[in-house]
């Protein structure tokens, strides 16, 4: 078999650049380790940046976003009984869109099997083969039987625990990661959200966020140790701990009931450099990991499918290869500013182990500072709706 690309990885990174790719005529295979029913049962973030909403109009794919996502003016923020509004409109004109990643990458499923495209499920054994050369290939096996595809180009959207970035030698390969001495316990329950807005609380007993996926699904997370299980924690034991770390005009009208999902994610901030190897590029997770304070992670993963898919283009229609060599820099320069505010949220929002009165002091006036200062909004604005492309 033949590609002019193979994007190793069906999750929301594969599937957006295989469909904006396939609407410029060039033809991709996507190989998947797993099923798309298993993709799909995955429980991701829902803040869409105008960035990647505008990717899903070009690629075709917004029908259902459209009709059925929220749009945010801003946020909430609260440090105990205390909270205040982020306005984003009136900071940078711009809102953000709230919509589930999983229906995000339902869509693209959708969307890529309604234009017959070449989808592989359940592979085994990936390897990328002579990616510096110009005729790299990948091979793979489905059941036992063993496959060769022969590409112009390997695009890694494997995530975090793929083989593309394995593929770079340790010795071109630098990565850089910080993991964070907490999780996020996280519930998804079939109740009206708690406010029109998403609240980002912090308190003496930890972070937690009140966000939503529609109407009548909300989803919530509670600052927990890593030593947690789900298990440990009882819907009641949730939502009585949620309702000690958010304001009481909140907690007084929370709407609870039993969780449909809860699980417990780690979280770490990791980047790799390069993202690119000869004709092997890596993007979203395979590359880099935010804490999901900052709703970066689909975010991220945007612009780099974006600054690879015109890269693409630009050497398949114009034979001129200024775009994916300018790839791995471009992708990281916006990365690495993805990173910083996702760590800094992460900072002013959580409890650390060893902070000290001092330390909580600092997170206090940091918290007031925000709260005071139109320039820090502004700041927390421009970041949280995205940075340019
Ligand atoms: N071969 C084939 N597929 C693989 C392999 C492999 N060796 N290893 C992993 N995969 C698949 C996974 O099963 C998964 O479906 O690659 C996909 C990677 O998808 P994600 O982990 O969701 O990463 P990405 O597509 O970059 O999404 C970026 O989107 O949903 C949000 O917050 C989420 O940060 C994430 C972001
Ligand atoms: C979510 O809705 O799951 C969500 C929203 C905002 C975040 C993280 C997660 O910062």
Same mark, same amino acid.
């Given at each position: 078999?033949?590609?002019?690309?193979?994007?190793?990885?069906?999750?929301?990174?594969?599937?957006?650049?295989?469909?904006?790719?396939?609407?410029?005529?060039?033809?991709?295979?996507?190989?998947?380790?797993?099923?798309?029913?298993?993709?799909?049962?995955?429980?991701?973030?829902?803040?869409?940046?105008?960035?990647?909403?505008?990717?899903?109009?070009? %690629?075709?794919?917004?029908?259902?976003?459209?009709?059925?996502?929220?749009?945010?003016?801003?946020?909430?923020?609260?440090?105990?009984?205390?909270?205040?509004?982020?306005?984003?409109?009136?900071?940078?004109?711009?809102?953000?869109?709230?919509?589930?990643?999983?229906?995000?990458?339902?869509?693209?499923?959708?969307?890529?099997?309604?234009?017959?495209?070449?989808?592989?499920?359940?592979?085994?054994?990936?390897?990328?083969?002579?990616?510096?050369?110009?005729?790299?290939?990948?091979? *793979?096996?489905?059941?036992?039987?063993?496959?060769?595809?022969?590409?112009?180009?390997?695009?890694?959207?494997?995530?975090?625990?793929?083989?593309?970035r394995q593929a770079i030698p340790l010795d071109i390969r630098r990565e850089y990661e910080k993991v964070y001495p907490f999780g996020?316990?996280?519930?998804?329950?079939?109740?009206?959200?708690?406010?029109?807005?998403?609240?980002?609380?912090?308190?003496?007993?930890?972070? %937690?966020?009140?966000?939503?996926?529609?109407?009548?699904?909300?989803?919530?997370?509670?600052?927990?140790?890593?030593?947690?299980?789900?298990?440990?924690?009882?819907?009641?034991?949730?939502?009585?701990?949620?309702?000690?770390?958010?304001?009481?005009?909140?907690?007084?009208?929370?709407?609870?009931?039993?969780?449909?999902?809860?699980?417990?994610? =780690?979280?770490?901030?990791?980047?790799?450099? =390069?993202?690119?190897?000869?004709?092997?590029?890596?993007?979203?997770?395979?590359?880099?990991?935010?804490?999901?304070?900052?709703?970066?992670?689909?975010?991220?993963?945007?612009?780099?499918?974006?600054?690879?898919?015109?890269?693409?283009?630009?050497?398949?229609?114009?034979?001129?290869?200024?775009?994916?060599?300018?790839?791995?820099?471009?992708?990281?320069?916006?990365?690495?500013?993805?990173?910083?505010?996702?760590?800094?949220?992460?900072?002013?929002?959580?409890?650390?182990?060893?902070?000290?009165?001092?330390?909580?002091?600092?997170?206090?006036?940091?918290?007031?500072?925000?709260?005071?200062?139109?320039? %820090?909004?502004?700041?927390?604005?421009?970041?949280?709706?995205?940075?340019? *492309?």
């Open positions: 078999m033949r590609a002019q690309v193979v994007i190793i990885g069906g999750g929301p990174s594969g599937l957006l650049l295989s469909q904006l790719l396939h609407k410029k005529g060039i033809d991709t295979v996507v190989l998947e380790r797993k099923t798309r029913d298993y993709v799909l049962s995955r429980i991701r973030a829902g803040i869409l940046e105008t960035g990647f909403v505008e990717l899903m109009r070009e %690629a075709g794919v917004s029908e259902r976003m459209d009709a059925e996502c929220f749009i945010h003016d801003g946020t909430l923020i609260s440090y105990d009984n205390e909270m205040f509004g982020i306005n984003f409109v009136e900071h940078t004109g711009t809102p953000v869109v709230v919509y589930g990643q999983t229906e995000v990458t339902r869509d693209l499923y959708d969307a890529r099997e309604k234009m017959d495209g070449k989808l592989v499920f359940n592979v085994e054994d990936v390897e990328i083969h002579d990616a510096q050369t110009d005729s790299p290939y990948v091979t *793979y096996s489905v059941a036992g039987e063993e496959s060769r595809i022969d590409c112009d180009f390997v695009a890694g959207c494997d995530g975090f625990h793929g083989v593309s996020w316990l996280g519930i998804l329950s079939e109740t009206p959200p708690v406010n029109d807005e998403l609240i980002y609380a912090s308190s003496d007993r930890g972070f %937690a966020l009140c966000s939503m996926r529609n109407a009548n699904l909300s989803r919530y997370y509670i600052q927990c140790s890593l030593s947690d299980s789900p298990d440990d924690w009882s819907d009641q034991m949730f939502w009585d701990e949620l309702k000690r770390r958010i304001p009481e005009s909140q907690a007084d009208k929370l709407i609870t009931g039993p969780s449909i999902e809860k699980s417990i994610a =780690p979280l770490r901030s990791f980047v790799t450099e =390069p993202m690119r190897w000869g004709r092997l590029f890596l993007c979203g997770d395979a590359a880099h990991i935010v804490p999901p304070t900052g709703a970066k992670g689909l975010n991220t993963a945007a612009s780099d499918i974006y600054y690879l898919y015109h890269g693409l283009v630009q050497f398949f229609e114009d034979n001129d290869t200024a775009g994916i060599d300018s790839y791995s820099h471009k992708a990281l320069a916006r990365i690495w500013k993805a990173e910083r505010f996702s760590w800094w949220m992460t900072n002013l929002l959580h409890r650390y182990p060893e902070q000290t009165e001092f330390d909580l002091k600092m997170q206090r006036a940091d918290l007031e500072f925000l709260r005071e200062n139109k320039t %820090a909004q502004s700041v927390l604005a421009q970041n949280y709706v995205g940075l340019p *492309y």
